[in-house]
């Protein structure tokens, strides 16, 4: 079983901060890429900021400037430090890791993809 499991979401004002972070378990042997998805109420699911393995990164142009995200290779981890956090940052976050190559005891399966739960982001005043 892989899991992800997201941290740090909560309540911020307009202007504040927030770092959220992911940890990856379970059998994997690899992963491409990993990265954040948000879903704010009554919108489609967007990427937010995607990392791959050789750092390579890319962000919704909403963001930039403003949030960067960060990946130990080695521990499974992804952290997204978010900025100047606007209203209209309020979302749910997903933690995602795709090209996921996991160890089964029939061999290695490569190409899944995994979602965490989700952590909330409350930008407020």
């Known amino acids: 079983q892989v899991q992800l499991v997201e941290s740090g979401g909560g309540l911020v004002q307009p202007g504040g901060s927030l770092r959220l972070s992911c940890a990856a378990s379970?059998?994997?042997?690899?992963?491409?890429?990993m990265g954040w998805y948000r879903q704010a109420p009554g919108k489609e699911r967007e990427l937010v900021a995607r990392?791959?393995?050789?750092?390579?990164?890319n962000y919704a142009d909403s963001v930039k400037g403003r949030f960067t995200i960060s990946r130990d290779t080695a521990k499974k981890t992804v952290t997204l430090q978010m900025n100047s956090l606007k209203f209209e940052d309020t979302a749910v976050y997903y933690c995602?890791?795709?090209?996921?190559?996991?160890?089964?005891?029939?061999?290695?399966?490569?190409?899944?993809?995994?979602w965490g739960k989700g952590t909330l982001v409350t930008v407020s005043s």
């Open positions: 990392m791959t393995s050789l750092g390579n990164t």
């Open positions: 379970g059998m994997i042997f690899s992963i491409d890429n």
């Open positions: 995602n890791a795709e090209g996921v190559t996991i160890a089964t005891t029939q061999g290695l399966i490569d190409g899944m993809e995994y």
